[in-house]
């Protein structure tokens, strides 16, 4: 029953290193969605895939490249970190709505990310 | 420009008595409202919905009122356990092209004594 899985849980990086951050969902979703968490801020959105195959910028996509590898996974990549990304990353999932339903994302457990 | 807010950063009530949480959007384009429960190094986990249709969602101890003339939901919390101790996020939803995407509050702590 794991649902969102995001690896690592944690990581520091130097300033100017890269790092890609992972997403898989067992629940057969179509919709994926990356966020980042700073303290005293919501959950902002950074980019999210509506479909396999799709990829749209969110409210905070600059610094940030993301691929949807096929519907399960969907990686956040750092080209070149700086220490304005330090932040809590979480990764979302939901079925793709539907005209008569809306659905709630499930999220992961978030990947703590500290840049030197 | 916050579309959703949270004016109230915390709150601190006492066990067996209600909760109430507040959230004021300013997009009248969202037409679905979420309530998100987090507690500490854990994801945000889904508590409650309400669609603009309705005025009222109500499951077991949770409750949620929209307003929509006053753009203004609530989340009530009857009664209150320690258990619900966590920062609970407000999140919005909207039609069309952007039905995709979720616009959040800053949360609210919420501390129950017991």
Redo the contacts between chains.
């Keep these: 029953n794991a649902g969102?899985t995001q690896t690592p849980k944690f990581q520091v990086l130097k300033t100017g290193q890269s790092m890609t951050l992972q997403c898989a969902q067992d629940m057969n979703h179509n919709?994926m969605?990356w966020?980042r968490q700073d303290p005293?801020?919501?959950?902002?959105?950074i980019y999210?895939s509506?479909s396999e195959g799709t990829t749209d910028k969110?409210e905070v996509p600059n610094g940030y490249n993301v691929s949807r590898l096929n519907k399960r996974e969907f990686s956040l990549r750092l080209e070149s970190a700086a220490p304005s990304q330090t932040s809590v990353y979480?990764c979302?999932s939901?079925p793709r709505?539907n005209t008569y339903s809306?659905q709630?994302?499930?999220?992961?457990?978030?990947t703590r990310l500290s840049i030197l | 420009d916050q579309q959703?807010k949270?004016n109230s950063?915390s709150l601190s009530v006492q066990e067996g008595r209600i909760s109430i949480l507040n959230c004021d959007y300013t997009n009248s384009m969202f037409d679905?409202f979420?309530w998100?429960k987090k507690y500490p190094?854990?994801?945000?986990?889904?508590l409650i919905?309400i669609?603009s249709i309705k005025d009222k969602n109500e499951d077991g101890r949770f409750t949620v009122f929209l307003n929509k003339s006053a753009k203004h939901l609530s989340l009530h919390i009857v009664p209150s356990q320690p258990g619900d101790s966590a920062v609970y996020?407000c999140?919005a939803?909207g039609s069309g092209g952007s039905?995709?995407?979720?616009?959040?509050?800053?949360?609210t702590l919420l501390t129950v004594n017991p």
Excluded: C, I, W
Aim: glycine share 16%; proline share 6%; net charge positive.
């Design positions: 969102v919709s969605y966020y005293g801020m919501g959950l902002r959105l999210y509506a969110g979480f979302a939901s709505r809306n709630p994302q499930h999220f992961g457990d978030g | 959703v949270q950063p679905y979420l998100y190094a854990e994801g945000p986990t889904f919905s669609s996020f999140a939803k039905n995709y995407k979720l616009t959040f509050g800053k949360g």
